[in-house]
């Protein structure tokens, strides 16, 4: 059974995900903010969190950025009243892997839940298959139907964090982070140095696609 934290200082709504998420076999956790979250899973382990933005002591953006620092992976779904795109941009500015607005569809919900939680279960198998596509991570080799193409360290790291998580927005800051270090000298440019060589090498796979989304980063589109 998955572990679900559900980080909102609005009791009534919290009540009732945890309800839903009860009812459709996970196990529900409750925390008012994000220091109560945070204090939690000091002593628990945690599958998923969703959390609200606007909270006291320390919002959603401040919780999500505090995990990201302190390399937690697991996913974050935000779910806010907050709409604009720039709400949207700082959520996934600062690590959140999925955003819904209020009101929500609590149907809706399960579903992305249950596709954030799948990619989280195939991202820590080490092996990732998208039609004729598989990524080996033990090995740093990548296939393509019959054919074996061992990429370049970093390149291979981009490609198979980006397929992780498809759709998903990371910004040349969170690629440089994780794959370069966060105490690397070298800036972001070198990011799309090594997007545009991977797509020399990917670019005729058929199964997805490397997106450049303008002011923000990258992020890879299935096509299968």
């Given at each position: 059974?998955?572990?679900?934290?559900?980080?909102?200082?609005?009791?009534?709504?919290?009540?009732i995900?945890?309800?839903?998420?009860?009812?459709?076999?996970?196990n529900?956790?409750?925390?008012?903010?994000?220091?109560?979250a945070?204090?939690l899973?000091?002593?628990?382990?945690?599958?998923?969190?969703i959390?609200d933005?606007?909270?006291?002591n320390?919002?959603?953006y401040?919780?999500?950025?505090?995990?990201?620092?302190?390399?937690?992976?697991?996913?974050i779904l935000?779910?806010?009243?907050k709409?604009s795109?720039?709400?949207?941009k700082?959520?996934?500015?600062?690590?959140?892997?999925?955003?819904?607005?209020?009101?929500?569809?609590?149907?809706?919900?399960?579903?992305?839940?249950?596709?954030?939680?799948?990619?989280?279960?195939?991202?820590?198998e080490?092996?990732?298959f998208?039609g004729?596509?598989?990524?080996?991570?033990?090995?740093?080799t990548?296939?393509?139907?019959?054919?074996?193409?061992?990429?370049?360290?970093?390149?291979?790291?981009?490609l198979?964090k980006?397929l992780s998580?498809?759709?998903?927005?990371?910004?040349?800051q969170?690629?440089m982070?994780?794959?370069?270090g966060?105490?690397?000298?070298t800036?972001?440019r070198?990011?799309?140095?090594h997007?545009n060589?991977l797509?020399?090498?990917?670019?005729?796979?058929?199964?997805?696609?490397?997106?450049?989304?303008?002011?923000?980063?990258?992020?890879a589109?299935?096509?299968?």
């Open positions: 059974m998955f572990d679900i934290l559900v980080v909102e200082d609005d009791r009534n709504l919290r009540r995900i945890c309800t839903v998420l009860t009812k459709n076999g996970y529900a956790i409750e925390a008012e903010d994000g220091r109560a945070l204090d899973m000091e002593s628990k382990y945690i599958d998923l969190i959390s933005i606007m909270m006291p320390m919002d959603g401040e919780l999500t950025e505090a995990l990201r620092n302190a390399a937690y992976t697991l996913p935000m779910v806010s009243a709409e795109f720039g709400d949207k700082r959520g996934f500015a600062v690590g959140t892997d999925d955003y819904m607005v209020k009101p929500i569809d609590v149907n809706e919900l399960l579903l992305r839940v249950s596709a954030l939680l799948r990619r989280a279960k195939i991202a820590n080490h092996k990732l998208f004729k596509t598989l990524l080996d991570y033990d090995s740093f990548a296939y393509y139907g019959s054919n074996t193409v061992e990429l370049p360290q970093k390149e291979f790291l981009l198979y980006l998580y498809p759709n998903k927005i990371f910004t040349r969170q690629l982070d994780e794959i370069w966060y105490d690397t000298s800036d972001e070198t990011v799309d140095v997007i060589r797509r020399e090498r990917v670019g005729m796979w058929s199964d997805f696609e490397i997106i450049t989304v303008r002011g923000l980063g990258y992020k589109v299935l096509k299968v």
